[in-house]
T-cell receptor, first 114, second 113 residues
Framework: DAKTTQPPSMDCAEGRAANLPCNHS???????VYWYRQIHSQGPQYIIH???NNETNEMASLIITEDRKSSTLILPHATLRDTAVYYC???????????????FGDGTTLTVKP | EAQVTQNPRYLITVTGKKLTVTCSQN?????MSWYRQDPGLGLRQIYY?????VTDKGDVPEGYKVSRKEKRNFPLILESPSPNQTSLYFC????WGPGETQYFGPGTRLLVL
């Protein structure tokens, strides 16, 4: 898996967009960018993933640069409940009997403030 | 409801007393995995299973055992727990591997005295 780099912490005002950056300069052509979040000590929750096109779902938007070396997760209208640790990880999205290992970095702690 | 369940959710035990943390998923997923989470160290993978009867070590397997006798269950066994295994444990599953969306259980908080 390609290594990712995220800022350790960020703040965001409630109601504003939260933009969480992630660097993955060694990403391979067949690796997807995944985002998960972990609220307090609950189990991590999948948010979104993408390969090279921008993606949007009901939770967030994912913007991937043209060279795919970085991406940004956007929470368009952050609420207090979005306070969490956000993990950016890179994975090959195809079956491989030897690819069961899974690592999560330290993520970004997002604090949404009133 | 599609989910991953873990039991128990909280456990206090003493050094050396064997324990098992159960994990079950109802999504017919092939892949299951165990992680531990400690302050400042993020999520670290203990063991994973690509399919029934197929298990392999993650990054921190020492002191743990697993088994995968049926697709839905993936228990984590601590044969002789030690205080350094005090941690928050998560089980996860996905359709076929970590390259697919992983679904996590609610966590088991373990304290070994």
């Amino acid at each position: 898996d390609a290594k990712t780099t995220q800022p350790p912490s960020m703040d965001c005002a409630e109601g504003r967009a939260a933009n969480l950056p992630c660097n993955h300069s060694t990403i391979s052509g067949n690796e997807y960018v995944y985002w998960y979040r972990q609220i307090h000590s609950q189990g991590p929750q999948y948010i979104i993933h993408g390969l090279k096109n921008n993606e949007t779902n009901e939770m967030a938007s994912l913007i991937i640069t043209e060279d795919r070396k970085s991406s940004t997760l956007i929470l368009p209208h952050a609420t207090l409940r979005d306070t969490a640790v956000y993990y950016c990880i890179v994975r090959v999205k195809e079956f491989n009997t030897n690819a069961g290992k899974s690592t999560f970095g330290d993520g970004t702690t997002l604090t949404v403030k009133p | 409801e599609a989910q991953v369940t873990q039991n128990p959710r909280y456990l206090i035990t003493v050094t050396g007393k064997k324990l098992t943390v159960t994990c079950s998923q109802n999504m017919n997923h092939e892949y299951m995995s165990w992680y531990r989470q400690d302050p400042g160290l993020g999520l670290r993978q203990i063991y994973y299973s690509m399919n029934v009867e197929v298990t392999d070590k993650g990054d921190v397997p020492e002191g743990y055992k697993v088994s995968r006798k049926e697709k839905r269950n993936f228990p984590l066994i601590l044969e002789s727990p030690s205080p350094n295994q005090t941690s928050l444990y998560f089980c996860a599953s996905s359709p076929w591997g970590p390259g697919e969306t992983q679904y996590f259980g609610p966590g088991t908080r373990l304290l070994v005295l």
